[in-house]
C-alpha cells in the first residue's frame, strides 16, 4: 500500500495512542474518566491488605483469653474482608467499564477500516501483500487502543503499590528490592521476545491462515459441498486442511517451545530469589528483629512485588504487541492517495456524453505484463459497444480502467472531455450501473437485492416489483411466503433458493433500478449455454434502449446488437468495427465467429440474431 512518510518508530506509536486516547475519550467521556479513577483506587488494596494481615496474625498470637485483643482481631478480620470485597467489587466495575468502551471503539474502528477499503484502489485487491496487511490489521482490532490505555492505567496503579510494599521491604533489608527486581527481569525481557515472535509467526503465516480459513468454509458452502460429494474430494480437502493446519500449529508450537524452555529459566530464577528473602527473613526472626505476623506479611509483600512486576511486564508486553500490530492497522485508518482524483474542485458529472481513451496502458501492481497496451477509441451517449476477445485478453480490465476503479500508468480516460481523475467520483458513479462477471449474490432478502442498485428506493415497493416483471420474476416472488422480505438463502429461516439464472435476472433488476446513462455487461452469463446467454443479451438490450451500453463478452453471438465491436487480443485493440466490416476482415473476430458457429444453429438465434 502507498504510505505516507516514515517516522520513528516511537515518535509513530505515541501519535497511535494519542489518536486512540482522543477515540476513547470521545466516545465515552465519563466511562474513562471512572475506568481511571477506579484503576488507581484499587493500587492501594495490595499494601493495605498485607499490613491487616501482619497485624492481624500480630494479634492473634497475643489473644490468650485476652478479651481487648480478641476485639482487635475481629474488627481487622472483618476489615480484612470488606477491604477483599471492595477490591473484587471495583474490579468486576472495571471489567464492565472495559468492556463498555472496547465493545464501542472496536465498533468505530471497524466502520472507519471498512469506509477506508472502500477507498482504497481496486488495484491494491491484486497485491498478496495489501491481504497480509488486512489481516495483522484485524488482529490489531481486537486490541483498539484500549487495551493500551488500559495498561498504561494498569501500570500507573501498579507503581503505585509497588512503592508501598517496597517501602515496608527496604525496613527489612535494602537488598530485598534489588533482588527481587533482578530476579522478575528475565521474566519481562521474556515476555518482549515472545510478542516479537508470535507477530513474526503471524505475517509468516498469513497466507496459510487466509487459505485455511476459506477451505474451512468449503464445508459450509452448499455449491462446494455438491461438488465435493460428486468428485469425491472431501479426504483430499480434509487432507489439505490438515496439512496448511499442521503448518500453521508447527509455526505456533515453535514460539510455544521456546517460551517453555525460557520460562523455566526465569522461574527458577524467581523461586531462588524467594528463597533467599525467605531465609533473610527467618534469620530476623531468629535474632528477634522480626515478629511472625511480620514474617507472613513480608513474605506476602515478596510474592506480591513479583506478581506486580510480572503484571507491569505483561502491560508492556501488551503495549509493544498492540503497538506492532496497529501499524498495520494505521496503514489502513491512515490511508491517504490523493493522486486517485482531484479532490480540490472535482468537476460534477450530470450525464455521460462521451468516454474517450487516448493511448491508455495498464499493469497490475508488481507485474511487468501490460494488461492493456496503449488502447484508445470513444463512446458517444447513445451507442451499443460490445468489446470481445478471448478469456485474457483485458476486457474488464479495461472496463474497470473506464470505471475509474483502476488508475492508468500511462495515456488518459476523458469523460465528457474532462479527464477522469478531475470528475467527481461519486456523482460518476451514480450514472453508472454495471453487471459484472462475478456479480454478488448478497445473502439478503429480494427487497435489498434488488434494492442495493438503488437505495433511494428501497420502500418503494412498487418500483421494485414493476423491475422483477421486466427481467420475469415477478410471479416467483410473489409467490413467496413473505414476498419481498423473503431471504435468498436457506441459511436464514424461511428463505429460498434461485437458480443460477434466475440469480442473473435479479443482478439485471438491481442494475436496471438506478436510472443510469450508462450500463454495462460484462460477461455475467459465461455460465450459461449459448441460447440462455443470448436470451439474457436481448433482455438487457430491450431495457437499455436508450442508454449507452458496453457488453463484454468472449462469445459472438451478442454482438449483432451493437453499433461498434471492439475486438482486444493480450491488451491491444486488434480490430473495431461493425459486424458486417469485422466479418469481411476476416481477422479474429471472424475467427471466433467461425469457431463458435455451431453453438447458435438454433432455429430462434437463426431468426433473431445471426
Known sequence: MRQVVKENAFINFMKTQVYFLKLIYKEHPKGFILFFVLSLSTSVIPPIV????K?????????????????VAIFLIAGLFLVQYISALLGNILEYVFFKISQTVSFVLQKLMKHKLIEIPLEEYEDSHFFDNVNLANIALNGNGIKVVSSVISIIGNIISLIAILGLLLSIHWSMPIALFISTLPGVILIFIAKRKKYAVNRKTSPQSRELSFTDGLFLNRSAISEIKVYGTGNYL????????KYIQTNNMGVAYWECKTKSIAVLILQLSSLGVSLLLVSQIYSNQLSIGSYVALLGAVTSVQGIFGMIGGNLGSIFETAIYNNALMKIINYSNESVHDKSSPKDVGSIESISLDNVSFYYPKSDAMALNK????????????????????????????????QVNDGEIKINNVNIAKINQEKYFKLISVLFQDFSRFKYDVRENVALGDLSKLKNDEEIYEMLQKVGLYEKVF???????????????NGSELSGGEWQRV????GFLRDADLMILDEPTAALDPINELKLFELFHSLSRD????????????????????????????????????MSLKGLYYEMYMSQMKFYQDSRVEEGVM
Open 50 to 53: 498485607i499490613l491487616l494481615n
Open 55 to 71: 497485624e492481624i496474625i500480630d494479634t492473634l498470637t497475643l489473644l490468650n483469653n485476652n478479651s481487648d485483643a480478641l476485639k
Open 238 to 245: 480434509i487432507e489439505k486442511w490438515s496439512n496448511i493446519f
Open 375 to 406: 488502447v484508445s477509441f470513444t463512446i458517444n451517449k447513445g451507442e451499443k459497444i460490445s468489446i470481445v476477445g478471448y478469456n485474457g485478453s483485458g476486457k474488464t480490465t479495461l472496463v474497470k480502467c473506464i470505471l475509474g476503479l483502476y
Open 479 to 493: 409467490n413467496f411466503e413473505h414476498k419481498l422480505d423473503t431471504y435468498l438463502t436457506k441459511e436464514i429461516p
Open 507 to 510: 443482478a439485471l433488476a438491481r
Open 547 to 582: 442508454k449507452t451500453t458496453i457488453t463484454i463478452s468472449h462469445r459472438i453471438g451478442p454482438t449483432k446488437y451493437s453499433d461498434k465491436i471492439i475486438v482486444m487480443d493480450q491488451g491491444k485493440i486488434v480490430e473495431a468495427g461493425n459486424y458486417d466490416y469485422l
